[in-house]
C-alpha cells in the first residue's frame, strides 16, 4: 500500500481522471469495494442495520455506493445527511430506489430527534461525512451534530460499529491532529492508498483496524508509481522470505555473529541470539565478555560461543584480535544488545568498525550510544548499515528533542538515512523503515506488548538473523519490524493480556508469525 499525502493523493486521481477513469468510476470502484469488505468483516452477523452519516463531498458519495450495494444483499439501510446534496444526486436516487431511506438532518438542532432514532436503530454506523482534505476545526452546525452523535452513541447500552469511510470525520490526513468531535472508528477503510496523517498521533487512536481497497487506478500511472513510501504488507514480507529446501543444511542459511552483553546486561544477548535463530538463521555465532559466558551459554545450546576479553564485566577493546579471527564465516552481525557503555567497549566498539570485512551490520542499543560518542561518528561506521534507534536513542544521535521526532517520524527517519548513508529503523508506534536511496516502509502497528524491556533486542536478532540468509538489509529491517510487531501481537494474545507479555515470549512467537 502506498503511503501519501492529501496533496499526492489529489494529484493521483487527477491524473487517473486524465487518463479516462473518471472520477464517478473511482467513487463506483471505491463504494463497491467498501461494501465488499463490510459484507467480508460484518455479514455474518444479525440484524443488518446500516446508518450513513453523509457529507456532501466524495466521501459521501463512496458511502451512498456501498449502501446500495449492501442493500442489494439483503441489509438495511439509511443515509442521513448532514451536509445537503444536490436533490438531483443519482447516488441518493439509487439508495432510495433500492428500498433505502435518506433523511436530511443538515438544520441542526432541528434534526436532533431523527439523528436520535436512526442512532438507536442501527447495528452498524458508516461515517462518510469529512474526507481526506478537511481542515480543522470543523464549522458549525457540523461540529455540533458531530458531538452530538458522539455523545449519543457513547450513551447507548449496546453500541453501533463504526466504519469510516476513508478517514475518520475531523482527522487531519496530513498532520493526524483529531477534532474533539471525532468519532472514533472500529474500522477504517481507505482507498487507493494510506493516508500519512492515518498513521500519526492522536490520529490513529480513532482509526480502528485499518483495511486498503483499490479504486480502478489506471496501471502504471507515474504519479502513483513515483511514490517511494509504502506501508508493510503482510503479503509483501510472504514474498521475501527465504525458501527452506528440503535438501538444505545450515550453511544455506547463514551465519550471524552477534557481539552483545555485559556483566549487567546478559540477557540482551540471549534474547537477540535466540531471535536470530527463531527466524531461520542456520548458524549463530554468540561473541559475549568471558564473565557472562557461564551464566548464558545453558540458554541457546545451539549456538557456537566466543568468550570476549573483558573488563570489569564489560567487552575489553583487546577482544578485537578474537573478534578479526572470528569474521570468515558470518553472513551478517549484530552489535549493540546489553554492552553497556563502558569506555573499554566504546574503544572495542571503534577498532570492530575499522575492520574492511565486516558482513553486513546492525548496530542496535548501546552500539548506537557508543558509536556516537565519537566525534563525526557517521563517517565510521560501514555505508548502508542498519541502525535501530528507538526515539530516545534518535534524540541522542541527531540532538533533536523527541516530541520533535515524533512529530515528523517518516520526514526524520529519511532525511538521516540519506545524511548517513544508512538504513535507519526508527522504533515506536508505526515504525519506519528509510532506505538512503530514498524507498522507505512504514509499518501500521502500535502494540503496547512491544513495549517491554528486551523487544528492541529481539527485534535486532530477527533483521540480522534475516540479513544472514542472504536478504538485503532494507528489506530484512523492514520485513523483520513486521515479523516482530505481528509476534507482539500473538504473545499478547496467548497471554489474554499485552501488559503480561515478556520479550522472550516475543521471541517465541516468531515461529507461529512465519507459519501463518
Known amino acids: 500500500m502506498k503511503y501519501v499525502s492529501v496533496e499526492e493523493m489529489i494529484s493521483i486521481e487527477k491524473a487517473a481522471n486524465g487518463a479516462g477513469h473518471s472520477y464517478e468510476a473511482m467513487m463506483e470502484a471505491a463504494g463497491k469495494g467498501l461494501a465488499d469488505v463490510i459484507q ?20 459521501g458519495g463512496d458511502a451512498l455506493v456501498a449502501l446500495d450495494y449492501l442493500l442489494s444483499r439483503g441489509w438495511q ?27 436530511d438532518c443538515s438544520e441542526f438542532p432541528q434534526s436532533r430527534e431523527s439523528v436520535q432514532q436512526e442512532l438507536v436503530k442501527a447495528n452498524f454506523i458508516l461515517d462518510g461525512v469529512l474526507g481526506t482534505g478537511i481542515r480543522l476545526p470543523i464549522r ?34 496530513d498532520s493526524g491532529e483529531a477534532a474533539q468531535t471525532c468519532l472514533r472508528a472500529d474500522l477504517t477503510v481507505t482507498m487507493a492508498a494510506v493516508k500519512q496523517g492515518l498513521l500519526r498521533f492522536p490520529a490513529y487512536d480513532y482509526v480502528g483496524k485499518l483495511q486498503f481497497v483499490e479504486i480502478g487506478l489506471p496501471d502504471g500511472l507515474p504519479e502513483m508509481g513515483n511514490i517511494k513510501r509504502e506501508v508493510i504488507e503482510a503479503e509483501w514480507v510472504k514474498q521475501i522470505l527465504p525458501e527452506r529446501p528440503l535438501n538444505a543444511h545450515k550453511g544455506v542459511f547463514g551465519t550471524a555473529l552477534v557481539i552483545a552483553g555485559s556483566v549487567n546486561y546478559p540477557g540482551a544477548a540471549i534474547l537477540a541470539g535466540k531471535s536470530a535463530y527463531r527466524i531461520g538463521a542456520g548458524l549463530v555465532t554468540m561473541a559475549v565478555p568471558k564473565t557472562i559466558y557461564s551464566g548464558v551459554i545453558g540458554n541457546i545450546p545451539e549456538a557456537t560461543w566466543i568468550q570476549l576479553d573483558d573488563l570489569d564485566g564489560a567487552i575489553s577493546s583487546s577482544a578485537i584480535e578474537q573478534i578479526k579471527e572470528a569474521l570468515e564465516r558470518p553472513t551478517a552481525c549484530l552489535i549493540g544488545p546489553g554492552l553497556g557503555t563502558n569506555y573499554c567497549s566504546r574503544d572495542f566498539l571503534k577498532k570492530v568498525l575499522r575492520l574492511k570485512n565486516l558482513p553486513p551490520l546492525v548496530l542496535d542499543a548501546d552500539g548506537l550510544r557508543l558509536a556516537a560518542s565519537t566525534k563525526d561518528w557517521p563517517g565510521t561506521i560501514p555505508a548502508k548499515s542498519v541502525l535501530t534507534p528507538h526515539p530516545g536513542e534518535m534524540s541522542y544521535l541527531t540532538g533533536i528533542p523527541v516530541n520533535e521526532i515524533q512529530g515528523d517520524r517518516v520526514g526524520v527517519a529519511e532525511k538521516y538515512a540519506q545524511e548517513w548513508d544508512q538504513i535507519l529503523v526508527l522504533k515506536g508506534a508505526n515504525t519506519v523503515i528509510a532506505d538512503p536511496g530514498g524507498q522507505t516502509k512504514i509499518l501500521e502497528a502500535a502494540n ?59 521471541s517465541d512467537a516468531i515461529g507461529q508469525v512465519v507459519s501463518d
Open 448 to 506: 503496547p506488548a512491544l513495549s517491554t524491556a528486551g523487544s528492541g533486542d529481539v527485534l535486532a536478532g530477527i533483521i540480522t538473523g534475516l540479513i544472514a540468509q542472504g536478504i538485503s538489509p532494507f528489506e530484512a529491517a523492514a520485513g523483520g519490524a513486521w515479523i516482530h510487531a505481528r509476534a507482539g501481537t500473538i504473545a499478547a494474545e496467548q497471554k489474554a493480556n499485552a501488559a503480561a507479555v515478556l520479550a522472550g515470549e516475543i
Open 140 to 173: 458549525e452546525p457540523l461540529d455540533d451534530l458531530l458531538g452530538f452523535v458522539k455523545e449519543e452513541l457513547d450513551g447507548l447500552r449496546k453500541k453501533p460499529l463504526i466504519i469510516a469511510v476513508d478517514c475518520p470525520s475531523g482527522i487531519d490526513c
Open 77 to 103: 439501510a439509511s443515509a442521513l445527511l448532514f451536509r445537503k446534496r444536490s436533490p438531483q444526486d443519482p447516488l441518493m436516487e439509487r439508495v432510495r430506489n433500492n428500498g433505502g431511506t435518506i433523511l
Open 40 to 59: 467480508k468483516e460484518f455479514g455474518h452477523l444479525s440484524p443488518k442495520m446500516i446508518t450513513a452519516l453523509v457529507g456532501s463531498g466524495n466521501n
